[in-house]
């Protein structure tokens, strides 16, 4: 249950914008709709404290150092810690 939470709250925080070039975080629907090509990566980060706005900010910063415009959350466990894992796309 908390995967689902920890998703659903990410997915809250991708209306912010963090600039013209900044990755978007994007659900699977928008994947298939957009016809978004994965990158056939995925990037994962991790830490001890932080907000999902921190969370967010850090994969985007991790896609477009990969040159992707795109990022899932396939994975995300929070709670004393964090783990979370997404997917690229262009």
Do not use: C, W
């Not at 013209?20 to 830490?47: C, R």
């Amino acid at each position: 249950m908390k995967i689902k939470a920890s998703i659903a709250t990410l997915g809250l925080f991708s209306v912010i914008t963090f600039g013209a070039s900044a990755a978007q975080l994007v659900t699977q629907q928008q994947v298939d709709e957009q016809n978004l090509q994965s990158v056939g990566s995925t990037v994962t980060i991790s830490g001890t404290a932080g907000s999902p706005m921190d969370y967010r900010a850090q994969l985007s910063e991790k896609a477009n150092a990969q040159e992707a415009s795109a990022y899932r959350v396939i994975e995300a466990r929070t709670g004393d810690s964090y783990h979370v894992t997404a997917e690229l796309y262009k």
